[in-house]
T-cell receptor, first 115, second 115 residues
Framework: GAGVSQSPRYKVAKRGQDVALRCDPI?????LFWYQQALGQGPEFLTY????????KSGLPSDRFFAERPEGSVSTLKIQRTQQEDSAVYLC????FGQGRNTIYFGEGSWLTVV | AQTVTQSQPEMSVQEAETVTLSCTYD???????LFWYKQPPSRQMILVIR??????QNATENRFSVNFQKAAKSFSLKISDSQLGDAAMYFC????????????FGTGTRLAVRP
């Protein structure tokens, strides 16, 4: 596609509910990232994929967070048993090559509110 | 661990004037990338400018330029001839060259442009 596409754009979940957030990166982009941005904060790294391999998941805050990219394109971030502290914007980003040489493109994010 | 600090939560500038946003960072690495991103209300992060640490020359992109002081670990953004469309959150970000494009962001500076 023309840009990084994320869905849903807005999600309200009841505490304890499971949610799934989808990211469709720019076609052909090898690298895919998930970031979490709480209100009034900068984005914080969650996890990184190179093709279908999850090379870094050091930023996932708990074992309730799980991400996958089974075919090396679309990625899903799943949050189980959501808590109020999970309320944030979840940003997906992709790039065509590593080491910062190419521009990292961000989606518009999925706004999650846990009530 | 690398950290990025933006000490100005909010800044204001008159249209057509110049404004400088501050950023400092902490790292033990000698080679890395630094970025400024713009985030409008839509939440999509847009790359403004990029600097490679081994390059002594300050990066410029049209009305945007940086003052990179490697020894002081300072990376400020200067916006010249400010326009109403420049109003947004601005984030400074760091990337270690070996980190697979993982970005560490500051907490952001909200820039208002007065007509």
């Amino acid at each position: 596609g023309a840009g990084v596409s994320q869905s849903p754009r807005y999600k309200v979940a009841k505490r304890g509910q499971d949610v799934a957030l989808r990211c469709d990166p720019i076609s052909g982009h090898v690298s895919l990232f998930w970031y979490q941005q709480a209100l009034g904060q900068g984005p914080e790294f969650l996890t990184y994929f190179q093709n279908e391999a999850q090379l870094d998941k050091s930023g996932l805050p708990s074992d309730r967070f799980f991400a996958e990219r089974p075919e090396g394109s679309v990625s899903t971030l799943k949050i189980q048993r959501t808590q109020q502290e999970d309320s944030a914007v979840y940003l997906c980003a992709s790039s065509s090559f590593g080491q910062g040489r190419n521009t990292i493109y961000f989606g518009e994010g999925s706004w999650l509110t846990v009530v | 661990a690398q950290t990025v600090t933006q000490s100005q939560p909010e800044m204001s500038v008159q249209e057509a004037e110049t404004v400088t946003l501050s950023c400092t960072y902490d790292t033990s690495e000698s080679d890395y990338y630094l970025f400024w991103y713009k985030q409008p209300p839509s939440r999509q992060m847009i790359l403004v400018i990029r600097q490679e640490a081994y390059k002594q020359q300050n990066a410029t992109e049209n009305r945007f330029s940086v003052n990179f002081q490697k020894a002081a670990k300072s990376f400020s953004l200067k916006i010249s001839d400010s326009q109403l469309g420049d109003a947004a959150m601005y984030f400074c970000a760091y990337m270690r060259k070996s980190s697979g494009d993982k970005l560490t962001f500051g907490t952001g500076t909200r820039l208002a442009v007065r007509p």
